[in-house]
């Protein structure tokens, strides 16, 4: 019923930048919260930065000043700007949507960023 698509991930130098989006369809009425997570190799899944449906933000330490999330309500996506980056933002990073009255989470499948020099 839900589904969610995560595009920009890929190989970055350090310092780069890169912008992820996430693009929910289907049977999404209302939008409660919207997030980014991430998975590092042989770490487990740690918050990024969320967004409510009010615009309230919340950055992981490690992120803050460096990545911004945004929302569009109207389009039903999410992004997530990564300036700055560093080899340790390397990991697979998901995108997490809250919708709907039962706020029922939903999951995408996840885009990989690498920063390498």
């Known amino acids: 019923q839900v589904q969610l698509v995560e595009s920009g991930g890929g190989l970055v130098q350090p310092g780069g930048s890169l912008r992820l989006s996430c693009a929910a369809s289907?049977?999404?009425?209302?939008?409660?919260?919207m997030g980014w997570y991430r998975r590092a190799p042989g770490k487990e899944r740690e918050l990024v930065a969320t967004?409510?449906?009010?615009?309230?933000?919340n950055y992981a330490d490690s992120v803050q000043g460096r990545f911004t999330i945004s929302r569009d309500n109207a389009e039903n996506t999410v992004s997530l700007q990564m300036n700055s980056l560093k080899p340790e933002d390397t990991a697979v990073y998901y995108c997490?949507?809250?919708?709907?009255?039962?706020?029922?989470?939903?999951w995408g499948k996840g885009t990989l960023v690498t920063v390498s020099s």
């Open positions: 997490c949507v809250n919708a709907n009255s039962n706020y029922i989470n939903y």
């Open positions: 289907g049977s999404i009425f209302r939008i409660n919260a």
């Open positions: 967004i409510t449906n009010g615009g309230t933000t």
